[in-house]
């Protein structure tokens, strides 16, 4: 059965006629009298009563009719899919992400991708980094977002820098102060989350390197649970600055300078796989990504 066949058998049965039907589909009038006598052929029964002036359809026609409209209906939004796909206003988009990123980061990189292109279904996976390039690397998403890790088969370009900040809640005596010395820092609780990122290694990494023991009085698993419980004043935290810009926009969290040590900062990256073609809705959000951050990315 071919798909001629159910074209010609759809529009005859519109216009009830094989010689009008043969002008709309621009096909001598032979032609589609043969296309149609091959259907019938091959489904084992006439489609068509042959009258003078014209045509209609049997019992077995009228019965046949809608199922050959959902194919041609089916195959139409097949190839419009596919045209979709193609200039990325639809399919689908795979995405994976570090936590930090895809809670803060990602909403409003979406915001805008989904707002040009409403017709593509986003799916987001959320890891450590080194979970989320070994989803690229095995085809479980197309992009990563998370720290940059160079791997031969991955295109690794940075995107942002994120830094850690000092916040206390707004009752702490640091709140007012906006600043600390080094030796002080050992007198407050510090809460920590997440103990297998990579936040967790760049903040010890920072006390260590200022000579300084922090009590350690809390371990969470989230920013978000470490956030409520500084707001409760039940000790200090570093967080990703990103993480904490509406807490301190709101007043219920302040950032406080740490008085002689540098600013602890990490590269934020977009991962892809090299040599395999970028296109549909994975354009689309490179072309985007490398817009508002000023980045080029390589297809």
């Not at 980061?105 to 986003?122: A, E, N, Q, S």
């Not at 510090?190 to 260590?208: P, T, V």
């Not at 007043?251 to 073609?277: C, F, W």
Request: glycine share 8%; hydrophobic share 40%; aromatic share 6%.
């Amino acid at each position: 059965m071919e798909l001629a066949q159910l074209e010609a058998f759809i529009t005859a049965a519109d216009c009830g006629s094989f010689s009008r039907a043969a002008e709309l589909l621009n096909v001598a009038q032979p032609s589609l009298s043969n296309r149609i006598q091959a259907l019938e052929r091959e489904v084992g029964q006439p489609l068509f009563e042959r009258m003078g002036r014209g045509v209609k359809l049997t019992d077995a026609g009228r019965a046949f009719l809608p199922y050959a409209q959902r194919v041609m209906r089916t195959l139409n939004d097949g190839l419009m899919m596919l045209e979709g796909t193609r200039d990325g206003t639809a399919g689908r988009l795979l995405i994976g992400t570090a936590p930090a990123v895809g809670t803060y980061v990602l909403p409003r990189l979406l915001k805008v991708f989904c707002d040009t292109h409403p017709g593509v279904d986003v799916l987001v996976r959320t890891g450590h980094s080194d979970e989320i390039l070994q989803l690229v690397l095995d085809d479980d998403v197309q992009v990563g977002l998370g720290r940059p890790i160079n791997h031969p088969d991955v295109r690794t370009v940075v995107l942002y820098r994120d830094e850690l900040v000092l916040v206390v809640s707004a009752q702490h005596r640091y709140a007012k102060k906006g600043s600390v010395r080094v030796e002080d820092l050992a007198e407050d609780s510090l809460i920590l989350f997440d103990r297998d990122s990579g936040y967790y290694g760049m903040i010890m990494g920072l006390f260590r390197d200022l000579g300084v023991v922090p009590h350690q009085q809390m371990q969470l698993d989230s920013i978000e649970a470490t956030k409520k419980m500084v707001e409760a004043n039940l000790g200090i935290a570093l967080l990703p600055e990103v993480s904490v810009e509406r807490e301190i926009r709101l007043g219920t969290l302040h950032k406080v300078h740490i008085e002689s040590a540098e600013p602890v900062q990490r590269d934020i990256a977009v991962m892809y796989r090299r040599n395999k073609p970028q296109s549909g809705p994975m354009a689309g959000f490179l072309d985007l990504l490398g817009e508002i951050y000023g980045v080029r990315l390589p297809r």
